[in-house]
């Protein structure tokens, strides 16, 4: 159980252009996501927080209007990187907390951006 | 706000032989602490977590970790390592009353080698 899928797991994209990202909680619901940034050899940097049907919590220096994220429902939040620059090139990775297991997040696979 | 140190970035062990990955973290209120583990272009996989009760945690794999309040650490330990454990390890930190926002710590390379 407690399983989380990232679609796509790598994207390639022009710069410009935008691209989203899917985050789906299979098999239970997702009260709350969040979305990480990792560069390589590096750690887990939190982008923000989302919660089911209210606005996402970004953290301190992350560009809301740059990285849209968007919680429709308990099992799915998307991430879209609008006007993507090469710089925006990273791993991107999800991980979505059970609602009745406040203390666990349940991380996905990632998704490989890369902005040429 | 929380800080987490792991001041090993890589640490090379022969098969068979213990490891002890060290993690240590700041903060002025009480916390909960996990270890995880990150295969290459995998996302995280939770090892253990310590939320309250016995120091010593015993998690997956065979890995145990214990908290020690006094030294703020929380090092992870296996005592005999196996080729596919070669992995990048990040100790996390939750304050209470966070909404469980984790602070990562920078990874340990641990590379385990014949």
């Known amino acids: 159980g407690a399983v989380v899928s990232q679609h796509p797991s790598r994207v390639i994209c022009k710069s410009g252009t935008s691209v989203k990202i899917e985050c789906r909680s299979l098999d239970f619901q997702a009260t709350t996501m969040f979305w990480y940034r990792q560069f390589p050899k590096q750690s887990l940097m939190l982008m923000a927080t989302s919660n089911e049907g209210s606005k996402a919590t970004y953290e301190q220096g992350v560009e809301k209007d740059k990285f849209l994220i968007n919680h429709a429902s308990l099992t799915l939040s998307t991430l879209t990187v609008t006007s993507a620059h090469p710089e925006d090139s990273s791993f991107y990775i999800c991980?979505?907390?059970?609602?009745?297991?406040?203390?666990?997040?349940?991380f996905g696979p990632g998704t490989r951006l890369t902005v040429t | 706000a929380q800080s987490v140190t792991q001041l090993d970035s890589q640490v090379p062990v022969f098969e068979e032989a213990p490891v002890e990955l060290r993690c240590n973290y700041s903060?002025?209120?009480?916390?909960?602490l996990f270890w995880y583990v990150q295969y290459p272009n995998q996302g995280l996989q939770l090892l253990l977590k310590y939320l309250s009760g016995s120091t010593l945690v015993k998690g997956i794999n065979g890995f145990e970790a214990e908290f020690n309040k006094s030294q703020t650490s929380f090092h992870l330990r296996k005592p005999s390592v196996h080729i596919s454990d070669t992995a990048e390890y990040f100790c996390a930190v939750s304050e209470y009353g966070t909404a469980s926002k984790l602070t990562f710590g920078t990874g340990t390379r641990l590379q385990v080698t014949l």
């Open positions: 903060s002025s209120v009480s916390v909960y």
């Open positions: 991980s979505a907390r059970d609602g009745d297991r406040v203390h666990e997040q349940y």
